[in-house]
């Protein structure tokens, strides 16, 4: 009945197909110690408890703990790029040009801080976590006041948008504030999101609500806690500005509150960034870019090499399988994949209607803007490969007709890269090592199983990781909920008899696979339920569960009972089920 599938993707996506290319360990609330999750392959990495130092424990000796002391230099991005000759935040079409200076428009008060990320501000900005809680902080931070150094920027780009060129977009309500070097040698760029008008705003008003902000916020940090290559948010500022949105699209106008978010990533720098120059015919800005791009970003490639296009598209086309894997090994929707939103590093950005997976279903989609499913879960990594054949469209004019050729041979290689990287993440997930010939099918058995039952993708393999061999052999998962749910299926013993037989073939001990297991399968991910009750919350001006999501979510991996409590890892709410998200922000 069950025929063995070599590739994953039977399960992963459904009815899609690539088209041919031309232990129960609780910690209290902030006692919560993070395993090892930078890298999700890395599933035997373990950290001692005597050794580990927390995220959340850095040291402030050298930490600013005055902001006149932070600054900022935008002075290598308008070195290499020429600057819009029209100043102002006028909507309009621009030319020849990567950025277009502008002003941020504060927020009119009160600010409040809702929300701040000790690991950002700390470990990545070297500032005193203190000093968030400042009037000053909620100037810098919401685009009322500017840091030393900057030159406020918003960046022109283009994008595909579900399938059609969509022209000039660029950057509508964010400012890129400069380039920060923190003590660590890393250099990060500062945007604020929501922070008003700019040359690209078209008709919006520049603005973010306090809905889009607190979900964009939670899922960055989450996110990065997760092991997924990511932006990252220092800061949460809201307001009582009024913010007319149509959440919708129904006509049904509601007014909202603004708020801004303080983000931070290595570039900000888009395929969209690359699309709009060889689209406008603009070759001698797309050469000095993509230039910058690689010398800044990528450097194990020779400036020099005549093959220097050729060797940056195969690293983005092998990253980009691996950010669409890592997405579908943690159940990630990110509901949007324009190529405007398709990072040249390959981390995740621009949150928006995004959604965590609860039942198993490949075509599951966040987006209730996307009403034929284009961006559904199951259809990420055929999107992948749609961004990456517009990313080669984009190099064309830079790239001889050999080149041209070879890269496409480099693009038919992404359905083997995805294959070979969530086939390995979904075998950490069960906890396999070694590789045998029926690991393919036993992973695709389970899922299809999953989506019969519409199993908890996330719960299904925490379960799994948490129960042992002994209540494996009995089948006995007494409170574990989502297993119960599984073991409903009529094949599901099979597929356990199955599994159990691959388990004792392993050198390993039962303990030790079970640590494996829960140091790749999160207890805990941010479902819109959640965000939608810290939401609810948030636009009370109670930030409780803002911070509590916040603390939870950046240790993913262990369980708490302060998100025990909460219900976190129970069966969802029946009215999670009628929650909608959409592009509206």
């Known amino acids: 009945m069950w025929s063995r599938y070599n590739m994953l993707i039977f399960a992963l996506v459904a009815a899609t197909s690539f088209p041919p290319v031309h232990v129960l360990e609780f910690c209290t609330d902030r006692d919560c110690h993070s ?62 040009c990567i950025f277009s200076r502008s002003i941020p428009t504060p927020l009119k008060g009160p600010l409040r801080l809702a929300a701040a990320s000790k690991e950002v501000i700390e470990g990545i900005l070297d500032l005193d976590v203190a000093v968030t809680w400042s009037d000053d902080f909620l100037h810098y931070a919401s685009g009322g006041r500017l840091a030393p150094g900057s030159v406020p920027l918003a960046h022109r780009y283009g994008g595909h948008q579900f399938g059609y060129w969509a022209g000039q977009l660029g950057d509508g309500r964010a400012h890129s504030l400069g380039q920060y070097t923190n003590r660590k040698g890393e250099v990060w760029e500062l945007q604020l999101k929501g922070s008003g008008k ?61 708020a801004v978010v303080l983000r931070l990533a290595k570039s900000w720098f888009r395929i969209g960034s690359l699309e709009i ?46 950010l669409i894997a890592q997405w579908m090994s943690v159940g990630f929707a990110h509901g949007v994949c324009n190529t405007d939103n398709f990072s040249l590093l390959s981390i995740t950005i621009d949150y928006g209607p995004f959604g965590f997976m609860e039942s198993y279903n490949p ?24 961004n990456l054949e517009k990313l080669l469209t984009a190099l064309g004019p830079l790239l001889s007709n050999k080149q041209q050729s070879e890269a496409k041979y480099i693009l038919k290689g992404y359905v083997d890269i995805y294959h070979m990287r969530i086939h390995q993440l979904f075998k950490a997930k069960l906890g396999l090592l070694g590789e045998e010939e029926d690991d393919g099918h036993l992973i695709a058995f389970l899922l299809k199983i999953m989506e019969d039952t519409q199993s908890d993708f996330t719960m299904t393999f925490r379960q799994l990781s948490e129960v042992s061999a002994q209540q494996l052999h009995s089948r006995s998962f007494t409170q574990m909920w989502a297993l119960e749910d599984l073991s409903s299926h009529k094949l599901f013993f099979d597929w356990l008899s199955m599994y159990q037989h691959r388990l004792i073939g392993q050198d390993d001990s039962d303990l030790d696979r079970q640590q494996r297991m829960k140091n790749v399968n999160p207890r805990y991910v941010l479902r819109n339920w959640m965000a939608e009750s810290a939401i609810s919350k948030a636009e009370m001006n109670d930030f409780s569960e803002v911070e509590m999501l916040h603390y939870i979510l950046s240790f993913p991996f262990v369980t708490q009972e302060t998100a025990e409590e909460a219900g976190y890892a129970a069966r969802p709410p029946l009215w999670a089920k009628r929650l909608k998200v959409s592009c509206s922000s």
Not at 286 to 302: A, G, M, T, Y
Not at 363 to 386: C, H, K, M, W
Request: proline share 4%; with cysteine; charged share 25%.
């Open 277 to 322: 120059l060889s689209q406008s015919g603009e070759i001698d800005l797309l050469r000095k870019l993509l230039f910058f791009v690689i010398e800044e970003h990528f450097p194990s490639i020779n400036s020099d090499d005549p093959d220097k296009y050729l060797v940056f598209y195969s690293t983005v086309v092998n990253e980009t399988a691996h």
């Open 363 to 386: 075509n599951f989609v966040p987006n209730t803007s996307d009403d034929e499913g284009r961006y559904s879960i199951g259809a990420q990594a055929n999107v992948g490969l749609f």
């Open 198 to 258: 700019t040359p690209y705003s078209r008709s919006g008003d520049g603005r973010a609500v306090i809905r889009s902000s607190v979900r964009e916020f939670l899922c960055s940090e989450a996110m990065h806690s997760l092991g997924v290559p990511t932006s990252r948010a220092a800061s949460l500022i809201v307001s009582d500005e009024p913010v007319v949105r149509d959440q919708f699209y129904n006509g049904n106008m509601k007014t909202e509150r603004g």
């Open 35 to 96: 395993d090892s999750h930078d890298n999700m392959a890395s599933s035997t990495s373990q950290l001692s408890e005597n050794t580990f130092k927390s995220r959340w424990n850095i040291s402030v000796s050298n930490l600013m703990q005055d902001l006149d002391k932070f600054r900022v230099s935008c002075k290598k991005l308008i070195e290499a790029f020429p600057i819009d000759e029209v100043d102002g935040n006028s909507a309009r079409s621009v030319k020849n």
